[in-house]
C-alpha cells in the first residue's frame, strides 16, 4: 500500500470494523454516483476525493481515488487499484473489476508500457465477462493505442465481441480485422477459430477443430479447452464426428469452468446436451455445481443461462412450480442487468406454456421474438417463435400455429440442424399442418427427420407422435394409436410425463373422432393424472374440458340415424356446436383448423337446411324425437 487516503488494506477485512471506521461518513453510494455523475468536471474530481473517504467498501473507496486523478498517472494509486480490481473480479464483479483495470491502466505511468498494455487487456476480457460493450470497446481502442502485437489486438477486438453475447449484428466486421491482424499466429489464429459459433455451423466446425489443434501447439490448455468445447458443440447440432468424446477431451484439460466464462466452458456444454439426450439427473447435477461456482465467481450472465438451463430440465421433469421459478429468476436478473431478453422470454414462455397460463406464454414469446429480432439473435427468435406456434396450437388457433411454424421454417432451413434434439420444433409443427389439413406439407416435413436418429429415444417418440396424428387422417387409425402407446412407453420410461400426457390426450382426441368413447375417456383420464401430479395448470385445463363433455353414445347413435347425408366429422362438429362450442372450441376439440370448421359449418347448414346455431340445435332435437 503506497498511495495517499484509505487504501485497500486500511479498513480491514472485518465488515463491521469497515462500518465503524466509516459510519459518520456514509451515504447511500447510488445516491452518490447519481449526484456526481450530474456535475461539472472539477465537482465531479473533488466529490470522488470527498466519497473516498466517506465509502465503506475499500474497493469502492479506491475506486472514487482513482476517478479524482483522472488526468494523472500514478504508479501507487495504480498498483492500488489492480489490486481493488482483482478483489472484484474475485467477488465476481465483473463490471466493476472492468472499470478498475481501466483505471489502473490509465494511472500507470507511460514509461512502463507493458503493464499497461496489460491492464487494458484484462480489462477488456472483464469487461467481455460483464457484457459491457462499451467498456470493452474503451479498452480495445486503448490497446489498439499502445501499438500491441497482434495477438494482443486481437485478444481486445474479441472481447469487443464477447462482450455483445448473443446479439451480435454489430460486430461481424471484428472478425475479418482479426483474421488480417492475425496472420500466421496460432494463439491469435486459434482465439479467432474459437470465436465463430456466430458464422455457418460447417465453417465453424472447421474453424474449431484447427483451433484445437493450433491452442494444443501453442501450448494454451484454457484456449485448446475453448476450441474443443466449441467443436463438440458444432458436431452435435451437425451430427458429424464423435461429439461425446470430443468434449471429454475438454473436459479432461481440466480448465476452471470460470477461465473463459462459464457459459463457453465444457462443464456447461455437457449439461446442455445431457438436457438435449433428456439425461435429467445428470444435467440437474451438473448445472447445480455450476450455479456454486457461478454465484461465487461468475456474472450476472452466467447465472441466467444456468437458470434457464434448470428452468428447462424442470420443465422436462414435470416440475412446472420449480421451472416458473428459475424463469421467473433468469427474466428478473436479465431485465436488471440489462441482459438479451430474447432467451430469458423463450424460457419463461415456456415454463409459462406448462405451470403457468398460454396467455402469459404468448406475451412472453411475442416480446421475446421482438427482442431477439432486433438484436440479431436467430437463434433465439426462432426459439421464441417456437414457443408461440406451440402455444397457439394448443389452444386451437390452428392458422396462428402454422403462420408462426412457416416463419421459423423459413429462417431455420438454411442452418437446420442434422441433430433434431438440439431443436425440436418440427414435431409441433407437423401436428400443426395435420390439423390445418395440410396433410402434404406435414408429410413432406416428417422426410427430414434424420434417418440417424433413433426412433426409440424421446426425440424420435416426438416425431412418432406426429406420425401417428398424419396416419389417422390418412385412415390408418390403429396403426395410428398403436403408434402412440409405443410413443407413450418411451416418454414413460425417459422420466418426461408431460410429453406422455400430451401423447395420451392425442390417443384420446383420436378415440373420440373415431367415437371409442370409452377408449377415449381412459386416455383423457390418464393424461390428466399426469398434468395434475406435474401441476400442468395449462394443459390440465384442456384436458378435463374433455372429460367434462357427456360421451352420449346413446344420443349420439340416435342422432346418426336421423341425419342422412351428415358425413361421421360433419355429425361430430354438429354434436359439439349444438352443445354451445365456439368455432375455435370445436377446431381445437376436433383438431382442425376454425376456417375448416367454418367450411365445414356451412355444408352442415346446407344439408340440414338451416341458417343459425338456433335452427341447427332445433333441426338435430327433431332428429333425436
Known amino acids: 500500500m503506497c498511495g495517499t487516503g484509505p487504501g485497500l488494506l486500511e479498513y480491514g477485512s472485518d465488515p463491521w470494523c ?37 465509502e465503506a467498501d475499500p474497493v469502492h473507496a479506491v475506486r472514487h481515488r482513482a476517478l479524482s486523478r483522472p488526468e494523472a498517472t500514478d504508479p501507487c494509486l495504480a498498483e492500488d487499484t489492480a489490486e481493488a480490481a482483482g478483489r472484484a473480479r474475485a467477488d465476481g464483479e465483473r463490471a466493476l473489476s472492468a472499470e478498475l483495470f481501466v483505471l489502473a491502466a490509465e494511472l500507470t505511468p507511460v514509461n512502463r508500457p507493458a503493464l499497461r498494455l496489460s491492464r487494458f487487456l484484462t480489462a477488456a476480457r472483464e469487461a467481455a465477462a460483464a457484457g459491457d460493450s462499451n467498456l470493452a470497446r474503451r479498452a480495445a481502442n486503448a490497446v489498439a493505442a499502445s501499438r500491441p502485437t497482434p495477438a494482443e489486438h486481437v485478444a481486445a477486438l474479441l472481447a469487443v465481441v464477447d462482450s455483445h453475447s448473443q446479439a451480435l449484428a454489430g460486430v461481424a466486421g471484428l472478425f475479418e480485422r482479426c483474421r488480417r491482424l492475425a496472420s500466421s499466429d496460432p494463439q491469435s489464429l486459434a482465439a479467432i477459430r474459437a470465436n465463430v459459433s456466430n458464422s455457418d455451423p460447417h465453417e465453424a466446425l472447421g474453424a474449431a477443430r484447427k483451433a484445437a489443434e493450433l491452442a494444443r501447439s501453442a501450448g494454451r490448455p484454457a484456449l485448446e479447452a475453448a476450441s474443443l468445447t466449441m467443436r463438440a458443440r458444432m458436431e452435435r447440432v451437425l451430427n458429424e464426428g464423435d461429439s461425446r468424446a470430443t468434449l471429454d477431451r475438454a473436459l479432461a484439460l481440466d480448465v476452471a ?73 433468469a427474466l428478473d436478473a436479465s431485465v436488471a442487468a440489462g441482459l438479451s431478453l430474447g432467451p430469458a422470454c423463450y424460457t419463461t414462455a415456456l415454463a409459462q406454456s406448462t405451470g403457468g397460463s398460454f396467455a402469459a406464454a404468448l406475451r412472453y414469446a411475442a416480446y421475446g421474438e421482438r427482442a431477439a429480432r432486433e438484436e440479431g439473435d ?38 437446420r440442424p442434422a441433430d433434431p434434439s438440439v431443436f425440436r420444433w418440427q414435431p409441433d409443427a407437423i401436428e400443426a399442418l395435420v390439423a390445418a389439413g395440410e396433410l402434404t406439407s406435414a408429410q413432406n416435413m416428417i422426410l427430414t427427420f434424420p434417418a440417424t436418429a433413433r426412433q426409440d429415444s424421446a426425440t424420435g417418440a416426438g416425431w412418432t407422435r406426429a ?58 383420464q390418464d393424461a390428466r393424472d399426469l398434468y395434475l401430479l406435474a401441476r400442468a395448470q395449462p394443459m390440465l385445463a384442456t384436458v378435463q374440458e374433455h372429460l367434462d363433455r357427456p360421451d352420449g353414445q346413446g344420443r349420439s347413435r340416435s342422432r346418426e340415424e336421423g341425419r342422412a347425408g351428415l358425413t361421421d366429422s360433419e355429425a361430430r362438429l354438429a354434436d359439439l356446436v349444438s352443445r354451445g362450442a365456439t368455432n375455435q372450441q370445436a377446431a381445437q376439440q376436433m383438431y382442425i383448423s376454425v376456417k375448416t370448421v367454418e367450411s365445414m359449418l356451412s355444408r352442415i347448414y346446407r344439408k340440414l337446411r338451416v341458417r343459425s346455431r338456433a335452427q341447427l340445435l332445433a333441426a338435430l332435437l327433431a332428429h333425436t324425437g
Not at 391 to 412: K, S, Y
Not at 471 to 490: P, Y
Request: hydrophobic share 45%; aromatic share 6%.
Open 18 to 54: 469497515r462500518w465503524r471506521t466509516c459510519r459518520r461518513y456514509w451515504v447511500p453510494r447510488a445516491l452518490a454516483d447519481g449526484v456526481v455523475e450530474s456535475a461539472g468536471q472539477q465537482e465531479r474530481t473533488d466529490a470522488h476525493r470527498s466519497l473516498a473517504y466517506a
Open 257 to 329: 469452468a470460470e477461465a473463459d466464462g462459464i457459459a463457453n466452458s465444457p462443464q456447461y456444454l455437457a449439461a446442455r446436451h445431457a438436457i438435449f439426450d433428456d439425461r435429467l439427473a445428470e444435467a440437474r447435477s451438473r448445472l447445480t455445481v455450476l450455479l456454486a461456482v457461478a454465484e461465487q465467481h461468475g456474472q450476472e450472465e452466467d447465472l441466467v443461462d444456468i437458470w434457464r438451463s434448470l428452468a428447462e430440465v424442470e420443465v422436462r421433469s414435470g416440475a412446472c412450480a420449480k421451472a416458473l421459478a428459475w424463469a421467473g429468476k
Open 378 to 415: 436467430v437463434l433465439h427468435r426462432n426459439r421464441n417463435l417456437w414457443m408461440a406456434g406451440a402455444v397457439r396450437l394448443h389452444t386451437g388457433d390452428i392458422n396462428g400455429a402454422v403462420t408462426a411454424f412457416a416463419l421459423l421454417d423459413r429462417t431455420e432451413d438454411s442452418r
Open 467 to 524: 406420425r401417428a396424428l398424419l396416419l389417422d387422417r390418412a385412415g390408418e387409425t390403429d396403426r395410428a394409436v398403436e403408434l402412440l402407446h409405443a410413443a407413450a412407453e418411451v416418454f414413460r420410461r425417459d422420466g418426461l410425463p408431460l410429453e406422455e400426457a400430451r401423447t395420451h390426450l392425442a390417443r384420446g382426441r383420436i378415440q373420440r373422432a373415431h367415437r371409442r368413447q370409452a377408449a377415449a375417456r381412459t386416455a383423457f
